[in-house]
């Protein structure tokens, strides 16, 4: 499950909670869901969101384990296939969130987990543990398009994209910020916890439009918001 807070700096604090691995399931998805809905409803200008975790792991990926206690082949793909759909709106939703996001990864960030941290604007990681790794090509499963179309737009650099998805390259958070995936990383919990949390108040000093905001940020990723169902870009101005 996941809780969402309101710091009195106008920030949304998710958290994943728990120490397990927080994978993916479709009651965690919809908890995140909810949380992003409820962070939507309640969103002024300045509001931030910040994404982290308790525990060992961000987010281990989709729940696999639950998926093969279908108890069949053909029912585990099924389940694993309704679990991928179900994922796919939370990128939505964190693509088109009417506010700054950043997502504090204090431990292993592995498939769709690595997804979860790469849809916010922000990506701050611990140098003393945890990896983005991106497992699909070691598990032999494909990659949904909205997931490469994530990485197309969020990962500049062709020979990093290929080493996280062709490679199943295990990146620890310097090596990461090196490659342009992360934006910083810091040497414990409790520094990337500062960090992120100063950046937080940073941007809600800036009291931004939050409907702006969103709107320039689809049209940073043009590709990734057709195939999310986001081209429905809105003029706004302020008179």
Known sequence: MCTLEKTANNI???TLTGDDEHRLNPTLIG?????????KAQATSGSVLITTSRGKFFSNGLDLAWAHAAGSKPKAIERLTHMVKLFKPVVAGLISLPMPTIAAVNGHAAAAGMVLALSHDY???????????MSE????????????????????????????LLRGAKVRGDEAARMGIVDGAHDNEERLSEATMRHGIQLASRKWNGEVYKEIRKSLYPELCVVLGLDDAKAIAKL
Do not use: C, W
């Open 12 to 14: 949304f604090v998710l």
């Open 31 to 39: 908890s995140i869901l909810s949380a992003l809905h409820e962070a």
């Open 123 to 133: 990506v701050y990681m611990k140098r003393d543990r945890g990896v983005l790794y």
């Open 137 to 164: 090509v070691d598990m032999g499963l494909t990659i949904p398009d909205y997931v490469t179309a994530l990485f197309r737009a969020k990962i500049g650099s062709p020979s990093a994209q290929r080493d996280v």
